[in-house]
């Protein structure tokens, strides 16, 4: 009964897959909005002023951002919670994978979220006769916060993980 129950538990991982696979969604999605942004910028870039230009080129550099985001989680995180991936050694292989736990992970997670804070924060800076003062204000609030969060997550990670970790 317990070992029955034990593999049970066990193949409840799977559950996670689908999971994944709505990540996979999400990036086409993502890819979807990016060539849309680009179509966009190249049918008007004779009209659209330097300023418009550089914030349509950090939205881009958002949506890079993000959608790098995903496959970072999409891939490490069915790695590290569902099976691990079956890739022929002659296949094209990312060189992380298999090297993210989950701690790392998180890091690295939070790493990409500040960076996506400060292309938000260096895009209101661009608009700034546009934002009112308070509202630029709480943006840099919540990007210290980011950044803040993911020194001291990377300071627990380093104090509490680091000695069990070959890379």
Avoid: C
Avoid at 74 to 102: H, P, Q, T
Avoid at 106 to 112: D, G, M, N, R
Avoid at 119 to 139: E, P, Q
């Amino acid at each position: 009964m317990e070992r029955f129950f034990e593999r049970l538990l066990f193949s409840t991982r799977w559950i996670l897959a689908p999971v994944y696979l709505g990540m996979a969604l999400v990036l086409v999605a993502l890819g979807v909005k990016f060539f849309q942004e680009i179509w966009h910028m190249l049918t008007h870039i004779v009209s659209i002023s330097e300023k418009d230009l550089i914030l349509m080129a950090l939205g881009l550099v958002d949506l890079a951002l993000v959608a790098s985001l995903v496959v970072m989680v999409m891939f490490a995180g069915y790695e590290n919670f569902v099976s691990k991936f079956d890739i022929e050694s002659d296949s094209e292989k990312l060189g992380w994978l298999g090297k993210l736990d989950a701690g790392t992970l998180k890091l690295k997670v939070a790493i990409s979220i500040v960076a996506i804070s400060s292309v938000h924060l260096l895009s209101a800076f661009m608009k700034l006769g546009h934002i009112a003062s308070d509202k630029l204000l709480w943006y840099v609030v919540m990007h210290l916060t980011f950044v803040v969060s993911a020194l001291l997550m990377g300071v627990l990670d380093r104090i509490s993980f680091a000695s069990h970790r070959d890379h």
